[in-house]
């Protein structure tokens, strides 16, 4: 059924634009979008603000489970490392039927963020035991459920991880859940979009350089050949990871990833934290994307990504939730933001005076504009022939009242707090979850 939606403003081009006519077609896309349209009598007027949403690029719903349980410390240090075997705690032990019930609560609390489609990088596969389950994507199944319950578009992302660490054959035994080789992600993705709807797709993901080694993912790629599928890879997150792999490859991980393999728009690399001005360059160069997770990199101690250049070399970027301490795109970007005055002491970073003045619309925008190929849609946000998804901005939200609409995303995210959203909508239908 085609519908028609009005609102006094919506985000188009980078700007606040009035009076904008909304058509919706019958397969729930954006048929047309058109501003300075006083509103026609069979339209639904919105009541607020219209803003596209973002895309949740990297996250890892099982996470769930333990965030905010991980915040102690009982020995003399803890970083990412020793977080990662409290992980694998929680990796052992939780069942599809458990999965299911924490994905759902996350999936709803990620379109209460703002986001309508997330990205699952999912490389929990096998039962306790590390046997596969009578359907080998048991927890996948739970997954897209789960997706479907909350009304979130999903992208899974099945993952190829083989090995423990750099020039270190096999996984160990706390990771004997994880365990998949190239036929098996390869066959997992065709049966995921076998599926495939206007919510539910899927790509491939490689867990890491250490966990994927060169042979592994020449294989896969082989057998993906020029399929326009989304590519995704944990790169670069760890100092650690960054000296064992140029000890192994004598490059870092971005630059082997650029120069051995060679990139393209289908790779996102995640993380992508510790890179040098000449891996910005190359990134840049080839296309491939980057999905930064601040959230979940400030609260693992990882590090801050050079922001500043993958903004202004080009490089396609996206937010993503992660271990899921974050859900909603406003903290993740107003973390890429301070996190850089922090160590610069310096604000507004993100901002581009004489293009871009707002840190908010620059990151806004940037996060827009890599959200398709991050989950292999060819568009996306409010332009015809997108999905049709939706955030419509309460007027009254906390923070927001009495901002001028021109500083309305600045307020929105470094000065808000509390729900936002009056309405969100995916695939042309309402899906506001209840608080």
């Not at 870092?252 to 000449?278: M, N, S, Y």
Request: proline share 5%; aromatic share 8%.
């Amino acid at each position: 059924m085609q519908q028609k939606l009005w609102t006094p403003y919506a985000w188009l081009n980078g700007r606040w634009q009035d009076n904008v006519l909304l058509e919706i077609d019958s397969a729930g896309r954006w048929q047309a979008i058109t501003p300075g349209v006083p509103q026609p009598a069979d339209a639904r007027a919105l009541k607020g603000p219209v803003l596209p949403p973002l895309v949740d690029a990297h996250s890892h719903a099982f996470q769930r489970a333990m965030a905010g349980l991980a915040e102690t410390r009982d020995s003399d240090s803890d970083d990412f490392w020793s977080w990662r075997e409290a992980m694998y705690g929680v990796a052992l032990s939780i069942q599809p039927d458990e999965l299911k019930s924490v994905a759902t609560r996350l999936y709803k609390e990620l379109l209460r963020g703002g986001y309508t489609q997330v990205c699952e990088f999912h490389y929990l596969q096998h039962q306790p035991d590390g046997k596969p389950y009578e359907d080998e994507l048991a927890l996948t199944w739970a997954l897209v459920e789960a997706a479907q319950d909350a009304g979130i578009g999903l992208t899974m992302l099945p993952v190829l991880y083989a090995h423990q660490g750099f020039g270190v054959k096999g996984l160990k035994d706390t990771q004997r859940r994880f365990k998949t080789d190239a036929d098996w992600v390869f066959h997992a993705q065709r049966r995921i979009n076998a599926q495939a709807s206007a919510t539910l797709n899927a790509g491939v993901a490689f867990h890491s350089l250490r966990g994927a080694h060169a042979e592994d993912i020449s294989a896969l790629m082989k057998r993906l050949g020029e399929a326009d599928l989304p590519i995704h890879i944990h790169a670069a997150e760890q100092t650690g990871e960054v000296r064992d792999c140029v000890a192994q490859t004598g490059m870092r991980p971005i630059e082997w990833l650029c120069k051995a393999q060679g990139l393209d728009a289908r790779w996102q690399l995640v993380h992508a934290t510790h890179a040098e001005a000449f891996e910005v360059e190359l990134l840049a160069q080839q296309g491939a994307g980057v999905v930064i997770c601040p959230t979940t990199e400030a609260n693992l101690g990882d590090g801050l990504a050079p922001l500043a250049g993958y903004l202004d070399a080009g490089v396609p970027l996206t937010v993503g939730s992660d271990s899921e301490v974050g859900r909603e795109w406003r903290e993740e970007l107003r973390w890429l933001e301070y996190g850089q005055r922090l160590v610069k002491r310096q604000r507004n970073v993100a901002s581009q005076p004489g293009k871009q003045a707002s840190s908010a619309a620059r990151l806004f925008d940037a996060m827009l504009a890599g959200s398709a190929r991050a989950a292999g849609f060819a568009q996306w946000g409010l332009q015809a022939g997108a999905r049709a998804d939706w955030l419509v901005l309460d007027p009254a939200a906390e923070g927001l009242e009495g901002v001028p609409l021109a500083r309305r995303l600045d307020a929105l995210v470094f000065a808000s707090a509390g729900p936002l959203w009056a309405e969100i909508g995916v695939a042309g239908r309402v899906v506001t979850p209840a608080p």
